[in-house]
């Protein structure tokens, strides 16, 4: 499959065209801003760990549990064709364990482990910040009816449930993590973008060091290693 022309450029990803309408292809860049582009830095290496991290999440763990995702195939270390979907306008946030902007609202301390992990949602929007909104508000908004909140909430705890046990065989405590959703031109709603370092917080679940995105945002150093580490872990290299 061939690169037509490019559609979009995001702040880790490009987007282009193919021959077949229904696909796109993805090229991931090492590219990484923080604070909704306010940061920017280069991770070397980021882009075709999380192509190959976030392909493997998506083909092998989640669809064989049947959560419908818009992986199609990896092209090579940085490019992977996808389902073209129309990205529903919402950022999906669940936790496990208390930590970044959970933390600072609500005044506690990171690391506090919940008995239920918990959803929230943000308006997709960097002009606004990505607003924190309810489903009242979404459906407020028409960001998406009623039934696509209910099946992206139950398809987000489904891959939680997935990712959390596998990350946990990994020595690897999955803390929180963005999901976006998309519609298939037929209105299927399927799993999108990326599970990467860059949107998931991992913690070692012995040393509690940070395996993930929060080095960039925090300048805590070895931003590299860390994905590489996560990398090795899963993929045995
Ligand atoms: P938060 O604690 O800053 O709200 O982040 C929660 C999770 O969402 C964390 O794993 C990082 C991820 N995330 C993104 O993927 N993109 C974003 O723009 C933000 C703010 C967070």
């Given at each position: 499959?061939?690169?037509?022309?490019?559609?979009?450029?995001g702040?880790?990803?490009?987007?282009?065209?193919?021959?077949?309408?229904?696909?796109?292809?993805?090229s991931y860049k090492d590219d990484a801003t923080a604070f909704n582009g306010l940061k920017k830095g280069t991770i070397?290496?980021?882009?075709?760990?999380?192509?190959?991290?976030?392909?493997?999440?998506?083909?092998?763990?989640l669809e064989p549990k049947g959560v419908a995702t818009h992986f199609v195939e990896e092209l090579n270390?940085?490019?992977?064709?996808?389902?073209?979907v129309q990205i529903v306008p919402l950022e999906v946030i669940i936790r496990n364990i208390s930590a970044?902007?959970?933390?600072?609202?609500?005044?506690?301390?990171?690391?506090?482990?919940?008995?239920?992990?918990?959803i929230e949602f943000s308006y997709k929007n960097d002009d606004l910040g990505d607003p924190l909104l309810n489903t009242y508000h979404a459906l407020a908004l028409k960001l998406a009816t009623k039934e696509e909140i209910e099946t992206i909430k139950s398809m987000a705890f489904q891959v939680?449930?997935?990712?959390?046990?596998?990350?946990?065989?990994?020595?690897?405590?999955?803390?929180?993590f963005k999901l976006e959703f998309g519609r298939l031109s037929d209105g299927t709603i399927v799993l999108a973008d990326e599970i990467s370092?860059?949107?998931?917080?991992?913690?070692?679940?012995?040393?509690?060091?940070?395996?993930d995105k929060d080095r960039f945002r925090r300048d805590l150093g070895g931003v590299e290693d860390a994905y590489q580490e996560v990398m090795r872990r899963l993929m045995g290299e």
């Amino acid at each position: 499959m061939e690169k037509l022309e490019q559609l979009y450029e995001g702040k880790a990803k490009k987007v282009f065209a193919t021959e077949n309408p229904e696909l796109l292809i993805v090229s991931y860049k090492d590219d990484a801003t923080a604070f909704n582009g306010l940061k920017k830095g280069t991770i070397s290496g980021k882009g075709v760990i999380n192509n190959r991290m976030s392909n493997f999440l998506m083909g092998k763990l989640l669809e064989p549990k049947g959560v419908a995702t818009h992986f199609v195939e990896e092209l090579n270390d940085r490019e992977t064709v996808v389902k073209k979907v129309q990205i529903v306008p919402l950022e999906v946030i669940i936790r496990n364990i208390s930590a970044g902007s959970f933390a600072k609202r609500y005044g506690v301390e990171e690391g506090i482990v919940f008995d239920e992990p918990t959803i929230e949602f943000s308006y997709k929007n960097d002009d606004l910040g990505d607003p924190l909104l309810n489903t009242y508000h979404a459906l407020a908004l028409k960001l998406a009816t009623k039934e696509e909140i209910e099946t992206i909430k139950s398809m987000a705890f489904q891959v939680n449930d997935a990712l959390k046990a596998y990350f946990k065989t990994l020595g690897i405590d999955l803390v929180d993590f963005k999901l976006e959703f998309g519609r298939l031109s037929d209105g299927t709603i399927v799993l999108a973008d990326e599970i990467s370092p860059d949107t998931c917080r991992l913690w070692d679940d012995k040393t509690h060091e940070k395996l993930d995105k929060d080095r960039f945002r925090r300048d805590l150093g070895g931003v590299e290693d860390a994905y590489q580490e996560v990398m090795r872990r899963l993929m045995g290299e």
